[in-house]
Protein backbone atom coordinates (compact mmCIF):
# COMPACT_ATOMS: atom_id res chain seq x y z
CA UNK A 1 0.00 0.00 0.00
CA UNK A 2 1.71 3.38 -1.02
CA UNK A 3 1.50 6.33 1.64
CA UNK A 4 -0.65 8.77 1.41
CA UNK A 5 0.78 12.00 -0.60
CA UNK A 6 0.56 15.29 2.03
CA UNK A 7 -0.24 19.00 0.43
CA UNK A 8 2.32 21.42 1.70
CA UNK A 9 1.57 25.12 0.90
CA UNK A 10 4.39 27.52 1.42
CA UNK A 11 4.10 30.96 2.98
CA UNK A 12 5.25 32.37 -0.47
CA UNK A 13 2.12 30.33 -2.27
CA UNK A 14 0.14 31.47 0.76
CA UNK A 15 0.99 35.01 -0.01
CA UNK A 16 0.23 34.51 -3.62
CA UNK A 17 -3.00 32.92 -3.02
CA UNK A 18 -4.28 35.38 -0.62
CA UNK A 19 -3.10 38.50 -3.20
CA UNK A 20 -5.12 36.93 -6.45
CA UNK A 21 -8.08 35.92 -4.07
CA UNK A 22 -8.20 39.57 -2.90
CA UNK A 23 -7.26 41.42 -6.09
CA UNK A 24 -10.61 39.54 -7.28
CA UNK A 25 -12.57 39.89 -4.46
CA UNK A 26 -12.24 43.65 -4.74
CA UNK A 27 -14.16 43.33 -7.75
CA UNK A 28 -16.72 40.42 -7.27
CA UNK A 29 -16.59 38.05 -4.21
CA UNK A 30 -18.54 35.02 -5.57
CA UNK A 31 -14.93 34.72 -8.61
CA UNK A 32 -12.93 34.81 -6.08
CA UNK A 33 -14.19 32.18 -4.31
CA UNK A 34 -14.27 30.06 -7.53
CA UNK A 35 -11.03 30.82 -7.81
CA UNK A 36 -9.87 29.16 -4.32
CA UNK A 37 -12.53 26.42 -5.54
CA UNK A 38 -10.35 26.10 -8.74
CA UNK A 39 -7.38 25.73 -6.82
CA UNK A 40 -8.21 23.37 -4.32
CA UNK A 41 -10.01 20.81 -7.09
CA UNK A 42 -6.52 21.69 -9.02
CA UNK A 43 -4.75 20.42 -6.24
CA UNK A 44 -6.38 17.60 -5.72
CA UNK A 45 -5.43 16.95 -9.38
CA UNK A 46 -1.64 17.23 -9.11
CA UNK A 47 -1.74 14.83 -6.17
CA UNK A 48 -3.13 12.16 -7.92
CA UNK A 49 -1.28 12.51 -11.06
CA UNK A 50 2.11 14.45 -9.66
CA UNK A 51 3.83 14.21 -13.27
CA UNK A 52 0.85 16.12 -14.73
CA UNK A 53 2.60 19.23 -14.58
CA UNK A 54 5.91 20.52 -17.11
CA UNK A 55 9.23 20.00 -15.20
CA UNK A 56 11.48 23.27 -15.67
CA UNK A 57 14.77 23.82 -13.97
CA UNK A 58 14.38 27.46 -12.54
CA UNK A 59 16.47 29.98 -11.18
CA UNK A 60 15.02 29.68 -7.29
CA UNK A 61 14.53 26.43 -7.70
CA UNK A 62 16.35 23.48 -9.15
CA UNK A 63 13.64 21.31 -10.67
CA UNK A 64 10.10 22.04 -10.36
CA UNK A 65 6.55 21.01 -11.71
CA UNK A 66 4.62 23.72 -13.34
CA UNK A 67 0.89 22.98 -14.11
CA UNK A 68 -1.27 25.96 -15.28
CA UNK A 69 -4.64 25.66 -14.99
CA UNK A 70 -7.18 27.68 -16.81
CA UNK A 71 -5.03 29.23 -18.94
CA UNK A 72 -4.50 32.23 -15.60
CA UNK A 73 -3.28 30.05 -12.84
CA UNK A 74 0.95 28.52 -13.12
CA UNK A 75 1.41 26.50 -9.85
CA UNK A 76 4.81 25.81 -9.01
CA UNK A 77 5.24 23.11 -7.11
CA UNK A 78 7.94 20.28 -6.11
CA UNK A 79 7.79 16.28 -4.85
CA UNK A 80 9.45 16.19 -1.78
CA UNK A 81 9.70 13.36 0.65
CA UNK A 82 6.45 11.88 -0.69
CA UNK A 83 4.47 15.60 0.33
CA UNK A 84 3.84 17.94 -2.70
CA UNK A 85 4.95 21.24 -1.98
CA UNK A 86 3.43 23.83 -3.40
CA UNK A 87 5.88 26.67 -4.01
CA UNK A 88 3.66 29.88 -5.86
CA UNK A 89 1.19 30.19 -7.44
CA UNK A 90 1.09 32.90 -10.32
CA UNK A 91 -1.30 34.01 -12.84
CA UNK A 92 -0.62 34.55 -16.81
CA UNK A 93 0.63 38.01 -16.05
CA UNK A 94 3.34 37.72 -13.52
CA UNK A 95 6.83 36.73 -15.09
CA UNK A 96 7.15 32.80 -14.52
CA UNK A 97 10.87 32.43 -15.21
CA UNK A 98 11.94 35.31 -13.52
CA UNK A 99 10.13 34.64 -10.93
CA UNK A 100 11.02 30.72 -10.16
Do not use: H
Not at 4 to 27: C, F, G, H, M, W
Amino acid sequence: MSKKVSVLITEPAQSDITVIADYIARNNPRAAVGFLNILEETFKVIVKYPFAGTQKIGVKYNSVFIYTTRKRYSIVYRLKDNNLEILRVLTKYQDLFAII
